[in-house]
């Protein structure tokens, strides 16, 4: 098993990309330590060990990290899943400072507090791996402008290299993921509701198809894993293609 005997942290843990991501770490010999601001649509696994906490909330996440170090005895890997997309989030000319906050509290705070308060346990480990979600809108502009989820995967692929730089000396890894659009809660609740919108967005997909939960994960288990002991600073794209279509 690829992981056998590390302990994880993944965020945003109870839907979508990270419940996908608690599944296949835990087949893979894992023991997780499993947050998110919202309780589990299904129980977990029992080597799973759920914490209800939000990321943008300091006390919370220190505390719920605490918690798993000590129930697991260590912590191995920091995987910032957790992320939001508010169907307000358009221009800045037409965005409201409430979704601009609201949006860069979960998605680039949450990031910063979950390594503030998980580094010091992979500095006592002597190793670790830390692997943050970014997205491919970082990478590209885009004529349907979402500009604050955009400026706040920025901020994760810019804090990833400073986090390479700062531990990589220590033995800790920092990688991003870039991921095109993938069938999530998060995608679907709105975007594939409406027929205009989900074609314009596969258009640009060379696969033709939205990403699978499954395509962003196994990247990730790859990062968790000691097959990427010299992987450090990578920002990982895994979108279809979309990042390399012109026209």
Not at 149 to 164: D, F, P
Not at 182 to 190: D, N, R, V
Request: aromatic share 8%; proline share 4%.
């Amino acid at each position: 098993m690829r992981l056998k005997n590390k302990i994880c942290l993944i965020t945003g843990a109870a839907s979508g990309m990270g419940r996908a991501a608690c599944d296949i770490f835990y087949q893979e010999g894992a023991k997780i330590i499993a947050m998110d601001v919202r309780e589990p649509e299904k129980k977990f696994h029992d080597g799973i060990f759920f914490i209800k906490a939000d990321v943008g909330n300091s006390q919370e996440v220190s505390h719920a990290i605490n918690e798993g170090v000590q129930h697991f005895g260590g912590l191995d890997v920091l995987y910032n899943n957790a992320g939001i997309f508010l169907e307000t989030d358009r221009s800045v000319v037409e965005t409201e400072p409430g979704t601009w906050e609201k949006t860069l509290d979960v998605n680039a705070k949450g990031i910063y507090l979950v390594c503030k308060y998980g580094i010091p346990h992979l500095i006592k480990r002597g190793s670790g791996s830390i692997i943050n979600i970014a997205s491919f809108v970082a990478l590209v502009g885009c004529s349907v402008p979402q500009d604050a989820y955009t400026a706040s995967k920025g901020a994760v692929l810019a804090l990833t290299k400073s986090l390479a730089v700062q531990f990589g000396p220590k033995g800790i890894r920092a990688n991003a993921i870039c991921p095109g659009p993938i069938e999530t809660p998060l995608l679907t609740q709105w975007l594939l509701k409406k027929p205009a919108e989900k074609a314009k967005r596969l258009n640009r997909i060379p696969m033709g198809r939205f990403g699978q939960t499954k395509d962003i994960v196994y990247a990730a288990l790859y990062l968790a894993s000691d097959e990427s002991s010299w992987t450090n600073g990578a920002s990982l794209v895994v979108d279809g293609g979309i990042t390399s279509n012109y026209f």
